[in-house]
């Protein structure tokens, strides 16, 4: 069965320092990883994702994850906050193998906040 | 536009009305999938389509759910009977189909009264 769990319900932030979100994830299969951003009163909006090629993923945005199997992580960062990167930030992990719709998993959100 | 059209956006329903939300996904993308998403949570899958095929609706809460798209294309999630614990954000996604990224509405928020 495929899980994520995002371990930090809410980050917080000053402008222009790193950004760490994040994000555990177990399945039975070599998952594709996601992340996904949510602005308020907006629609969900790609990051990135992975895919088995590079571990490094580069993102919209400046923003990147590292796959780590060996952690079964996919940690979202950004060298330096924005304002504009206040949001709700969504990890997604769905089955390798896509058989099914309900294997498409979203973990429950962590908010960011920046501080001026 | 380009993206995936959903409306309307925002509905209110008095508990026990029948409510009909509407999903234009991207033109081209034969998977498309609904999401439920209450306040302050990450979205829960309800049903997906590839084309006109409902391949998967294990996610659905209730027999009052029921989800159609007759052509392939346009899609409607009807509610029947509403009940309060059915507010919240109503996603859309269309995808191309294997492992493709999701392309997302921006939701219709129902609150039942």
């Known amino acids: 069965a495929q899980s994520v769990t995002q371990l930090d319900s809410h980050v917080s932030v000053s402008e222009g320092t790193p950004v760490l979100l994040r994000c555990n994830y177990s399945s039975s299969y070599s998952p594709s990883l996601f992340w996904y951003v949510q602005h308020p009163n907006k629609g969900l909006q790609l990051l990135l994702k992975y895919t088995s090629a590079a571990t490094l993923v580069k993102g919209i945005n400046g923003f990147e994850a590292e796959f780590k199997k060996s952690e079964t992580s996919f940690h979202l960062t950004k060298p330096s906050a924005h304002m504009s990167d206040a949001a709700e930030y969504f990890c997604?992990?769905?089955?390798?193998?896509?058989?099914?719709?309900?294997?498409?998993?979203f973990g429950s959100g962590t908010r960011l906040s920046i501080r001026p | 536009g380009a993206g995936v059209s959903q409306s309307p956006r925002y509905k209110v329903a008095k508990r026990g009305q029948d409510v009909a939300l509407r999903c234009d996904p991207i033109?081209?993308?034969?998977?498309l999938f609904w999401y439920q998403q209450a306040l302050g949570q990450g979205p829960e899958f309800l049903t997906y389509?590839?084309?006109?095929?409902?391949?998967?609706k294990s996610g659905l809460p209730s027999d009052r759910f029921f989800a159609e798209r007759p052509e392939g294309s346009v899609s409607t999630l009807k509610i029947q009977r509403t009940q309060q614990e059915d507010s919240a954000v109503y996603l859309c996604?269309?995808?191309?189909?294997?492992?493709?990224?999701?392309?997302f509405g921006n939701g219709t928020r129902l609150t039942v009264t």
């Open positions: 033109s081209g993308h034969v998977s």
């Open positions: 997604v992990v769905s089955d390798g193998v896509y058989s099914s719709a309900s294997k498409i998993i």
């Open positions: 996604a269309s995808s191309l189909p294997v492992n493709s990224p999701l392309h």
């Open positions: 389509f590839q084309n006109e095929a409902q391949l998967d």
